[in-house]
C-alpha cells in the first residue's frame, strides 16, 4: 500500500500546477518511508490513512531538504542533495511549499490529527535550531541532548503513531509513546554509526559529528568516564578537523570504556519497551519494525 | 488594537518554551503589521480575529526570514537582517518555528480560515521560487510577471481579507478582491521605487532589481516601447552590475517612453477598484487604507 501513498504524494504536488515543482520533486529521493509504514501498519488503507501518510511524507521531505540547507549537505542517500544541484535558494522553497501544501491538506483529515502533526514540526524545527546552537559548544548534559533529539528526531515519528491512532480509534498514548521510543532509538544508532562505520574513503569511522561540533550520546558518556586530563584532551579536540592520531585516541579511550555498548544499550532498551507495548497490543508488524532497527548493521 | 495582536504573537511565542527562539523573535522589526490592520478592520477585535492577526502576522515574518535568505538581503527596514547577524541557518529555522505555530495554530481558529490561510502560504512559496527562476532570464512576459507578484505578495493579503470576511459573516469574494488588487499594486509600486527613488549612498536610483535579473512591470514596458536595436541594448544590460553611464541610459529611455507613468497608472486602476468595492460596502477605514498606499512617497 505504499504505492498507494506515493501516488497520493504525486497528485498533491500535481495539485501545485506548477512543472518545476513537479520536476523538483521527481528528483527528490524516496527514502525508506518508515512514518508512512507506522501509519498505515496503526491505521490501515482508508483514504484518510492514506492522505495522512502522503502529508507526513511531504512533511519529512521538507524538514530533510532544510536539514541538508542547514548542515551544508552536498548528499542525501548518496545522491547529491537537492541544494547542492539547484542551490540552498531552491531547496528552502521547495521545503517551504511542501510543508505549506502539507500543513493545507491537514485541515481535510482532522483537527486533531492537524494539530499533532503541525506541533511535531514546531518540535522538529525547535530541535534542528538547538542542535546547530550546541554545536557552537561542548555539551556534556545528557538531558540537553536527549531533548533535542526527541524535538528533531523522535517529535514527527511520535506524532505519525498518534495521528494514525487517532485514525484508527487506538489508543493515541501507547502508540505515541511506541513512536517516541523509536525515534529517539533510530537518533542514537545514527549517531553510534558516525563511531562505529568505517567511511569508504578512510577505511575507517569518520567522527564527522564531533569535528562539526556536535556532542552525541557517546561523546558524553566518554566525558562522563574520562579522568581530568583525558577530559581536558577531549575537549580540546572538539569542533575541528581530527588528524589520524587524534581520531585513534578517541577510538581507543571509546573501546577502554565500552562506550559503544553503553549507548548501544540505551537505544537497545527505548526498543525493547517498545517491543513489548506492540506485543501487548497484538501488533506484530509493529513490534517487528522496531525489531528490524535494532538489527541495523554497524 | 494592534497591541492586543502584538501580544498575542509574544504568547504564541512564549508557548514555545525556548529561551532562545523568544529572544530571536524579539529582535525581529514588527514592521507596519499591514495584514493584521485589514483583519481588525473587516472583522472586529473577538478573540478569534486577534488570534488569526497574530497567526498571519507569524506567518508573514516567517516569510520575509526565508525571503531574506534567498535574496541574499543584509538589511531588512534599515535594520541588518537576522540572516545578517545569526546566519542563514538560524534565518531558515525560525521561519518553520514561526510557520508551523502558526499552522497549529490556525486548528484552532476554523478549517475554513485555516485552508484559506495555508494555500496562500503554498502560493507565496511557489512566487518566491518563481521569482528565483524568473531572474534567471530576460522575462518580457507581463502576464507572468502578474502571475508571480499575485503568488509572492497579494495572495497572502488576498487571504487575510477572506479570512477576516469569513469571521465576520462578510461577503468573502469581495474582499478577496480589495485584498488582491492592494498586493498587487503595492508589489508594483514597490517595483517602481526601485526605479524612482534615490537610494541614499549615490544619490540616484540603484535599479538594484535589473541589476539581479528582475524583469519588473517598468522595464516589461520599456521593452516593448523600444526599437529592436535598443530592445537588445536592455537584453545585453540585464543581470549585471551597470555603470553610470548604462543607468543613465535606462532612466532616459523610461522617462522618454512614459514608463514609470504608465506603470503607476496600472497600479492606481487596481487601487481605485478596491477603493469603489470597499466603498459600496460602507467600509470607509478600508477604503483609506487603500488611498494611503497609492499616496506613498515616489
New interface residues.
Given amino acids: 500500500m505504499l504505492s498507494a501513498v506515493e501516488r497520493k504524494i504525486e497528485q498533491f504536488v500535481a495539485d ?1 500546477n ?1 512543472k ?2 513537479s520536476s523538483l520533486y521527481m528528483k527528490l529521493p524516496k527514502g525508506k518511508r518508515l512514518r508512512a509504514k507506522l501509519i498505515l501498519k496503526i491505521a490501515g488503507t482508508g483514504l484518510s490513512v492514506v492522505k495522512t501518510a502522503a502529508i507526513v511524507e511531504m512533511i519529512h521531505a521538507a524538514s530533510l531538504l ?1 536539514d541538508d ?2 548542515d551544508d549537505a552536498h548528499t542525501r542517500r548518496s545522491k547529491p542533495s537537492l541544494n547542492a544541484i539547484y542551490g ?3 531547496a ?3 521545503g ?2 511542501l ?3 502539507g ?2 491538506e ?2 481535510n483529515i482532522s ?1 486533531d490529527v ?2 499533532i502533526i ?2 511535531a ?2 518540535q522538529l ?2 530541535g ?3 542542535d ?2 550546541l554545536s557552537q559548544v561542548f555539551n556534556d548534559n545528557k538531558e540537553i541532548y536527549l531533548e533535542m533529539i526527541y524535538q528533531k528526531t523522535a517529535s514527527l515519528i511520535e506524532a505519525s503513531a498518534g495521528a494514525a491512532a487517532l485514525l484508527a480509534g487506538k489508543p493515541k498514548e501507547i502508540y505515541m509513546i511506541y513512536g517516541r521510543n523509536l525515534g529517539l532509538a533510530f537518533q542514537m544508532i545514527d549517531d553510534l554509526l558516525d563511531i562505529t562505520s568505517d567511511s569508504t574513503t578512510l577505511g575507517k569511522p569518520a567522527l564527522h559529528d564531533f569535528a562539526e561540533g556536535k556532542t552525541t550520546l557517546p561523546y558524553i558518556y566518554l566525558y562522563e568516564a574520562l579522568d581530568e586530563q583525558s577530559k581536558q584532551k577531549l575537549r580540546s579536540l572538539h569542533g575541528r578537523m581530527l588528524n589520524a592520531k587524534e581520531q585513534t585516541w578517541i577510538l581507543e579511550q571509546m573501546q577502554q570504556h565500552l562506550i559503544v555498548e553503553k549507548s548501544y544499550l540505551e537505544a537497545k532498551k527505548l526498543i525493547e519497551e517498545a517491543i513489548e507495548l506492540m506485543e501487548q497490543q497484538g501488533e506484530k508488524a509493529l513490534s517487528g519494525i522496531a525489531k528490524e532497527m535494532i538489527e541495523r548493521d554497524f
Same sequence: chains 1, 2.
Fill in positions: 501545485l506548477d518545476h515543482v532544510h540547507v542547514i540552498n535558494k531552491t528552502i522553497m521547495l517551504d511549499i510543508y505549506s501544501k500543513f493545507f491537514l485541515n483537527a492537524a494539530k503541525s506541533n514540526v514546531t524545527s525547535l534542528e535550531l538547538k546547530v546552537s
